[in-house]
């Protein structure tokens, strides 16, 4: 049982990946992350040292540090004292890798607020990844949608990452597609990420044998590119739907649903 003003690795996990989810402050020294070049999803480094400094407005915190004890503990008190609802990640990033969540590695990790770009008018693979990396890897992530042969172009010219495109590190590989790759090469596996994995594998490669919600899938993404002549406003309506069915692969896979209920055959 956490102490008060603590959060369990498990409890902090189920909150990321949600709308809900807290901002995950690392305030490990230098000399700890070149120990373990790890991040957990979404968190945002920040030294000890600079808490006092944020403008930030005040929200929910998650504060980690090696071993949940001065610096998290100093941090967080900190950040109540200016407003936040701050708790401190029970045992740090060393009680976080020791019960087996994934973390990010370092050497992978954009800097925050890095763009991302890929063709126009998207359907499923580029309205699943931006929700995959605003969820677990960036919330302040930047998606560029543009013309299919500006892509490169504009990765080169803004610093934007391509995804979704032939011949880029995001992309499809061999039978499956870019939000696999993220999850691979972020290193997010879990068994409710790999189950949403394949519904999405599924309907973006016509393969609705993988997955009996790949069809559901697919008539959701093309009615909302339908429904929307701007990308962005689609993502938005599309980050919604893969809320709900990361809740699905996560709680609610097994629960299935009969009216009236009880009947007989």
Request: glycine share 8%; aromatic share 8%; with cysteine.
């Amino acid at each position: 049982m956490p102490q008060f003003g603590q959060i369990t690795p498990a409890q902090a996990f189920r909150l990321i990946g949600t709308p809900e989810a807290p901002v995950i402050f690392d305030v490990r020294t230098a000399e700890d992350v070149a120990a373990l070049p790890r991040m957990i999803p979404t968190s945002r480094h920040l030294p000890h040292t600079a808490i006092a400094a944020m403008t930030d407005l005040p929200g929910r915190a998650i504060v980690a540090c090696t071993k949940g004890k001065k610096l998290s503990e100093g941090a967080a008190a900190w950040l109540r004292s200016q407003g936040w609802q701050a708790e401190v990640l029970e045992g740090g990033t060393l009680a976080w890798e020791a019960a087996g969540l994934p973390m990010l590695p370092l050497a992978a990790l954009p800097a925050p607020g890095t763009p991302w770009v890929t063709r126009h008018r998207p359907k499923i693979d580029r309205i699943a990844c931006p929700w995959l990396i605003r969820r677990f890897i960036d919330p302040t992530a930047r998606f560029l949608y543009v013309a299919p042969a500006e892509v490169e172009p504009v990765a080169d010219r803004f610093g934007a990452i391509p995804y979704d495109i032939e011949n880029v590190t995001f992309s499809h590989r061999g039978e499956k597609c870019s939000f696999d790759a993220l999850l691979d090469d972020f290193g997010l596996h879990t068994e409710a990420l790999d189950r949403l994995a394949t519904v999405v594998r599924g309907a973006d490669t016509d393969r609705h044998d993988l997955a009996p919600q790949a069809a559901g899938l697919l008539a959701l993404s093309v009615g909302l590119s339908r429904l929307y002549r701007d990308d962005l406003a689609q993502l938005d309506a599309g980050i919604a739907l893969y809320d709900a069915l990361y809740r699905w692969a996560r709680d609610g896979h097994e629960e299935g649903h009969d009216w009236p209920a009880g009947r007989k055959e």
